[in-house]
């Protein structure tokens, strides 16, 4: 199992011709993906590395039974990409292209989400679900099978994780960036919600970055919903307030966005946060080993009638190690 | 991207919005011209991209043109939270009865342009805001529908009792959402919106800051950009097509990725060094911008050492490796430099980063750590 893409992902790529396009519906092929079209106006009829280009999605969809759109066309012409993908019936739009302008994202969201089709990005990496299926530009030779689920703001530092993550041993289900804008298309809490649902998906990697408020909003969703555990990372600690950090959603304004509010968030939630990216794959284990003693001492206490108060003693355990470390 | 007042105000009249009369002037004679065309008092205000200008002594009203020529005198090359004020605008003095608050920001919660209105406007907005946040309505507008008349009624009727009024402040809103729209803003304020004795409304500061991934069909606005309001390595990195932001410290970074960046940054911290600088050479691995960003980080006279960390996916590690190479050869550089290359033809870069002196480390924490003793070691010696 997997989220938002598997083996019955049919990719359809838009902007197959250009230089980002080509090379990346070929990793994608390469990986395993079934990239089943590209699109380029006016070269509709021709093939790239043996994949049928069309002149448009909607004839790209009608041909092949593309489920799945990714879009590698430049920033000016990336809207109407997506609006163009969503018409076509597509139920899945990743947008890899940065440098979309955040009005126009706010309503092609509102297009898209109205139409109930999801929209990952843009300025994202896209996904992999290891063994499956690969949308976007991410290495795949750095994920391994397994069961956790990562999901990132980042792209490189995304592959810092994994590559942790796989470096002792704890392969990923779906491993998925969600971009650094302002405006996007899914969040945080979208993605923890399908981890969630997700029967191989045992913990949750969550790596955060300065501006806005979805961290915070993602903590209060993991106490309130989630029984899997969850450790973080939150990029931006030594950020200065009012500079872009590159990301056009990585800004401290008007005070609000700050990394320390965000990992006190997190941690005040339960979920304890790295000081280092590699530090990840450590902390999962012993959150991961926490939550395995907590299953057998609350089966032992389901015996005696009651498991309510142990969750409540666990849970701040968590906070009080989290704390330590960070002093450390 | 910021633009000053009297820029913002240009692209309010063009909306049609009522804004006094003014002028900008780089020098006193210049000022003292332009108050005498105006022919009565006047305000000098000091151009420069910070909030809180009147507090700090950077706007003044200037009741005749001797007093012009004083305050202009005073606010030209003033020092406002580090910013040097090269422009003031002379703009028409106008008695103010109420002062009210309207801007627009670009929500990331609602992911629509949210209106903000306030009776309490003024320079004490910012903690109105954060004291009494029931004295400021907020409406979240559809993007695709607009803003309607009656949205835009029943905000003003939150400033103003009397319909004249109510009216006007109308009109204003519904503007000053057509500009919001017009220049790609993030954020446009009108702080304060004053009423005058004789019953006019009128907007007499103006901000406005500008998406910058819209610039690109803003010709007009882009080329408002003050470079002299902004650091020239920033400006360099932005035309050498990197993000680049200046920091105190004394270790330099070159990372690819702008979370990676941050993360390396906040790692030199967090094991005892001072980052002096966010860089992030962004995906596509292009040599010489690896020269552009060695040479901006270089010309920092407070640099002790310099980490390059990069995790290859697009960007592939030889380029990064010849983009080193090419560097040292043009810059020669003094301090030392220790390298991270990890990922997309990692194996190729190794032997061409063997043309060249340099320490290297395997993973994120040892570069770190590495560069924070070479930065020590340098002062010591």
Redesign the interface.
Known sequence: MSIFINKKTKVVVQGITGR?GSFHATQMKKYGTDVVAGVTPGKGGTKMSGIPVFESVAEAVKATKANTSVIYVP??FAIDAIYEAADAGVSLIVCIT??????????V???TKHRGIRLIGPNC?GLISTDQSKVG???GN?CIKGSVGVV?????????AI?ALTCAGMGQTTCIGIG?D??IGTNFIDTLQAFENDKETKAVVM?G??G???EEEAAKFIKKHMTKPVVG?I??????PG????????IIS?GTGT?EEKVKALEAAGIPVA????QLPILLKEKMDELKKKAKTSKKMVMKKTSKPMKKVAAKKGVKKSAAKKKK | MKIHEYQAKELFLQAGMPVPSGEIATNVADAVSIAESIGRPVMVKAQVHVGGRGKAGGVKYAENVEAVRVWAQKILGMDIKGLTVKKILITEAVEIVTECYVGIILDRVTKCPVIMVSAAGGIDIEEVAANTPEKIHKLAVDPILGLKDYQARELASKLYKDIKLVRQAAKIISQLYDVYWMSDASLVEINPLITTPDGKVLAIDAKLNVDDNALYRRKAIAEMRDLDAENPAEVEAREGDLSFVKLDGNIGCIVNGAGLAMATMDLVKYYGGEPANFLDIGGSSNPQKVLTAMRIILSDPNIRSVLINIFGGITRCDDVATGIVLAYEELKPEVPIVVRLTGTNEAQARKILKQVNLKSADTLDNVVKEAIRLAKLDEIG
């Open positions: 980002d920033p000016p940065e440098g979309v302008p955040a009005n126009d994202m706010m309503k969201y509102k297009y990496p530009i991410m290495p750095i990132s703001r980042s792209g490189t530092l995304t592959y810092e590559w650094g302002q405006i790596i970055e300065i806005g408020s979805d990372f990029a931006g600690r030594t950020a200065p500079k872009r950090m590159g990301h056009a959603g990585a008007g990394a000081a280092s990216p590699t």
